[in-house]
């Protein structure tokens, strides 16, 4: 068996929308079960994200901190943010949000991995990048407003960031799957095996 995940999809008898947001939505559809009852699923449409690890030249990460009101916390993260235009280069995505929430450029870009969130409830993807030689990014700073206003930035070795996670004190999911795969990736042959910054995305398809 090749372990490996497929695209499939059930019939759906009936949609609805009953709630719109300013990103997101929720969607119910009647779904068709393999053994022909049909049973309501409810869940966000999420227009999909992207995401940074970016690391410096002294193997540390570049995270923020910021509140999430839904959890009641705030979290270290890496930077990210929605990807606002649909059909947008994922690339290009990250290299603003790299600039808009921590002023900094890199060089090296490439593919950590793609996640789904949380596909039991949302159909948020996540696209995690790789960014390597990093310096302070030209121009203003960009102006920042609600929770952005309040954030807090640091620079924190991979070492310590792995132990963090294991140790259940950090919980944001992009820094936890971005930090765990950095690990793996160089446990299995070097970060040279990751994917072009420009590879497909069957997730959210875009045009290079």
């Known amino acids: 068996m090749t372990i490996k995940d497929t695209p499939e999809e059930w019939e759906i008898r009936a949609t609805d929308t009953p709630f719109v947001g300013n990103k997101t939505s929720v969607r119910t559809d009647d779904v068709v079960m393999p053994d022909g009852s ?34 009641r916390q705030k979290l270290w993260e890496i ?8 059909g947008e280069n994922p690339l290009h995505a990250a290299q603003r949000e790299l ?28 696209r995690i990048f790789l960014a ?9 700073r ?3 407003e609600d929770e952005e206003a309040d954030l807090e930035h640091a620079r924190v070795p991979v070492d310590e960031l792995a132990r963090a996670v294991l140790a259940g004190e950090l ?23 990751l994917r072009s910054a420009e590879a497909a995305w069957p997730a959210r398809p875009f045009e290079a």
């Open 38 to 71: 049909v049973v309501r699923r409810d869940y966000q449409v999420h227009p999909g994200s992207v995401a940074v690890l970016a690391l410096d030249e002294e193997d540390r990460v570049l995270l923020i901190r910021q509140y999430r009101h839904p959890v």
């Open 99 to 126: 600039y808009e929430e921590a002023h900094v450029k890199a060089e090296d870009w490439r593919v950590l991995t793609d996640v789904y969130t949380t596909p039991g409830g949302c159909d948020e993807a996540v």
């Open 171 to 193: 919980h944001n999911n992009c820094l936890v799957v971005g930090v765990l795969s950095l690990v793996a990736a160089r446990a299995s042959g070097g970060l040279g095996g």
């Open 79 to 86: 930077p990210a943010g929605l990807l606002d235009v649909p």
């Open 142 to 144: 960009f102006e920042v």
């Open 132 to 140: 390597r030689d990093l310096s302070e990014a030209d121009g203003e």
